[in-house]
C-alpha cells in the first residue's frame, strides 16, 4: 500500500534562512507527487508536483523539490525563508495512470523567527 | 487551475444535529472529493463523487454519516450527520482537473464545530 511519510512535524527556523522538509514516500513504481502549503484558516494550495522527467521541479513561491527515486523522497527547498512561509507543508502521493487518489503525509507546520 | 467555493466557511452546531456543506467550481469537473481534517491531523479521503453516480466511500465512511449529492458538474454537497463532538474538523472539498495528470485543487474548507 501507498504511504507517505514526513517525519518533522514542526520545524523552526530563522527568516532568511535555508528551508529543507523531507517527504519519504512508499510505493512499487513511480508514482505522483505533491507538495501543499496551508496556511492558518486556508485551504491548500499546490506548490509543485513531479510526474516524470527532470527529477529537480520548480514551483510557487521560489519552491523547489527534489524526486530522488533510489531514497524513495520527494524533500521541500527553499533557500532563503520569508515569514510568510509560516505555514502547514503536506505532501501527497497519487499513483496516477488514471488512480486519483492522493494519499497525505502527516503535514509538518514550520514557524519561522524574525 | 479552478476557484473553488464552499459554504458555510464555519460554523458551531449541537450534537445530534446535522450540517450540509456546499462546495462550487468555476468550471466542469468530473471527478469532485470530500476529505476531513480533524485537529492537528492530515487530511483523510472521505468519498469520491461522481456526477451522475452514486458516491464512492472510503473505508470507515458510510453513506448514511455522510451523505454526498453531486446533482451537476460543478456542484456538489457533503451532509454530516446526526453530528457529535468527534465530528468537529475541517472539510475540504477538491477538484481533479487533470491539467496535466490528475491533479487536485482544494476549496477553503468549512471548519465545523460540534458542541
Known amino acids: 500500500a501507498q504511504s507517505v511519510t514526513q517525519p518533522d512535524i514542526h520545524i523552526t527556523v530563522s527568516e532568511g534562512a535555508s528551508l529543507e522538509l523531507r517527504c519519504n514516500y512508499s510505493?512499487?513504481?513511480?508514482?505522483?507527487l505533491f507538495w501543499y502549503v496551508q496556511s492558518p484558516g486556508q485551504g491548500l494550495q499546490l506548490l509543485l508536483k513531479?510526474?516524470?522527467?527532470?527529477?529537480l521541479v520548480q514551483g510557487i513561491k521560489g519552491f523547489e523539490a527534489e524526486f530522488k527515486r533510489s531514497q524513495s523522497s520527494f524533500n521541500l527547498r527553499k533557500p532563503s525563508v520569508h515569514w510568510s512561509d509560516a505555514a502547514e507543508y503536506f505532501c501527497?502521493?497519487?499513483?496516477?495512470?488514471?488512480?486519483?487518489?492522493?494519499?497525505f503525509g502527516t503535514g509538518t507546520r514550520l514557524k519561522v523567527l524574525a | 487551475s479552478a476557484v473553488i467555493s464552499q459554504k458555510p466557511s464555519r460554523d458551531i452546531c449541537q450534537r445530534g444535529t446535522s450540517l450540509t456543506i456546499q462546495c462550487q467550481v468555476d468550471s466542469q469537473v468530473t471527478m469532485m472529493f470530500w476529505y476531513r481534517q480533524q485537529p492537528g491531523q492530515s487530511l483523510t479521503l472521505i468519498a469520491t463523487a461522481n456526477q451522475g453516480s452514486e458516491a464512492t466511500y472510503e473505508s470507515g465512511f458510510v453513506i448514511d454519516k455522510f451523505p454526498i449529492s453531486r446533482p451537476n458538474l460543478t456542484f456538489s454537497t457533503l451532509t454530516v450527520s446526526n453530528m457529535s463532538p468527534e465530528d468537529s474538523s475541517i472539510y475540504l472539498c477538491s477538484v481533479d482537473k487533470r491539467v496535466t495528470y490528475n491533479e487536485q485543487f482544494f476549496g477553503p474548507g468549512t471548519r465545523l464545530t460540534v458542541l
Open positions: 501527497a502521493v497519487s499513483a496516477g495512470g488514471g488512480t486519483y487518489k492522493y494519499i
Open positions: 513531479y510526474f516524470s522527467g527532470d527529477t
Open positions: 510505493y512499487g513504481a513511480t508514482p505522483y
